[in-house]
């Protein structure tokens, strides 16, 4: 009962004030575990203008478990699996480095982060992160694409 309580608070919180480009609301009014996120693109990435629908489920353990994040909208990006997915690595979301104490609006704006500084070091898609590291024009030309096609 007490993390039912928590996440109403922070979902409360999150309506009430949101982070700069992030809009929070239930996927379903009758389940507190399953939200969705709009986020914007961050300005000067090449996700600007883009509006990005997120999911994040929590787990009926939550604080002491963390949330999952994933993207609803196809991104090109090295820090999110280019299936169906759209899986979200994040560190301070894996078990061992996750803290009760986090909250998910400081998910987030971390993860909104990622989308202005993809962290190629922590890549889930080698290949994009890769591109990211050598071939910087030729990856803000083609997440420039994918953001216009998928989150327009």
């Given at each position: 009962m007490g993390s039912q309580k928590r996440i109403a608070k922070e979902l409360?919180?999150?309506v009430e004030s949101p982070p700069e480009g992030i809009t929070v609301k239930l996927a379903d009014e009758d389940n507190l575990y399953e939200w969705r996120v709009f986020m914007d693109g961050p300005e000067g990435s090449p996700y600007q203008n883009g509006k990005f629908q997120i999911k994040l489920t929590l787990p009926t353990e939550y604080p002491f478990k963390p949330p999952t994040v994933s993207f609803a909208t196809?991104?090109?990006?090295?820090?999110v699996t280019n299936d169906d997915k759209g899986s979200m690595c994040l560190g301070m979301l894996r078990p061992?480095?996750?803290k009760p104490s986090s909250k998910i609006g400081a998910v987030l704006q971390f993860a909104r982060q990622l989308l202005a500084e993809p962290m190629p070091d922590d890549a889930i898609e080698g290949r994009i992160a890769e591109q990211y590291r050598n071939d910087r024009k030729h990856y803000d030309e083609v997440a420039r694409e994918w953001t216009r096609k998928h989150a327009s």
């Open positions: 409360h919180e999150l196809k991104i090109y990006h090295p820090n061992d480095e996750w």
